[in-house]
Every structure is written in structure tokens, then in C-alpha cells.
């Protein structure tokens, strides 16, 4: 089962509007991505974790770092909308650059397949390098552009 997700990048003034009082003027996107099936697969591969981990960069990489609304708060992956400050998608940008994928996904195989059986190792290794690379240039994008985030999944 995969997990839609897309990550649009709005001026930090917008994004900032939204957290505190749910709601903004300047929704002008800067950039966007979309990851249309492996969200989950993904947070896997870089936490091990298949739920929201607060306070962690990879995790808030995938998911997002506040909550705006979701169908159920208590599932992270549930349909849900999630912004991240500026300030914070910097940190992130920083920690997919420190980050050694091949590594993580080592250290996480058994969730790794424990999730997909449809590909191989060597699929599934390819499909998170590849969905890794697309998430990193589209934070670096952001955070070259001081942008906030949001991330709505589905």
C-alpha cells in the first residue's frame, strides 16, 4: 500500500501565517514535488519507524513538522496536512545532505520488506535511493529559497 504525498514550497511568511493562526495571504508556490506511492517506504528506509517521530529531520522530511488537520491525529500517515517553517526545512536540508541512505537502508531492511514484499532487496534499495534523491534536491530547492513547507498525504 502506498502512501501519496506531496510537498509544496510556500514563502516563509505564508507558512509561518498558517501554524499560528491557520491561515495566510501569500500562498504564491515556489516549488513542488510529488511522491505518489512510497512515503511510507521512505520514512522507512531513513527511521525504521513507520509513524511520525517528532524532532527527527528524516522524519520530518517526510512527513512534515506540525500538524494542521488530519482524518485521524492519532496516524501520521492517515490523510493529514503538515507545515514545516523555514528555519526548520534549512535543518532538514542539512540532515538529507549528512544523511547516508544506503547506510539507513542496511540498518532498516528487515522494515523494509517487512512492508513491501513485491521487490526484491535490490528493487526496494533502488526505489528509496531514488525517491531519497528527488526529496533531498527538493529541500535544498527550498531552503535555497527560504521557504516553508507543506506536506499533505492521502
Not at 516563509?12 to 500562498?27: F, L, T
Not at 526545512?89 to 538529507?96: D, F, N, R, S, T
Amino acid at each position: 500500500m502506498g502512501i501519496i504525498a506531496n510537498y509544496t514550497a510556500y514563502p516563509a511568511d505564508y507558512i509561518d501565517a498558517v501554524i499560528h493562526d491557520g491561515d495566510g495571504e501569500n500562498d504564491t508556490e515556489l516549488a513542488e514535488y510529488g511522491l505518489e506511492k512510497d512515503s511510507l517506504l521512505l520514512h522507512l528506509a531513513l527511521t525504521g519507524a513507520d509513524d511520525f517521530i517528532g524532532g527527527n529531520p528524516l522524519s520530518e522530511a517526510v512527513i512534515g513538522s506540525v500538524l494542521l488537520g488530519a482524518d485521524d491525529e492519532d496516524d501520521a500517515f492517515d490523510a493529514s496536512i503538515f507545515a514545516t517553517p523555514a528555519a526548520r526545512v534549512a535543518e532538514i536540508a542539512a540532515a538529507l545532505d549528512r544523511a547516508d541512505i544506503n547506510a539507513l537502508i542496511t540498518q532498516h531492511a528487515a522494515a523494509l520488506q517487512g512492508y513491501d514484499r513485491q521487490d526484491d532487496t535490490a528493487g526496494l534499495r533502488a526505489r528509496c535511493q531514488a525517491c531519497f534523491a528527488e526529496l533531498r534536491a527538493f529541500y535544498r530547492q527550498a531552503a535555497a529559497l527560504g521557504a516553508g513547507v507543506m506536506v499533505s498525504r492521502m
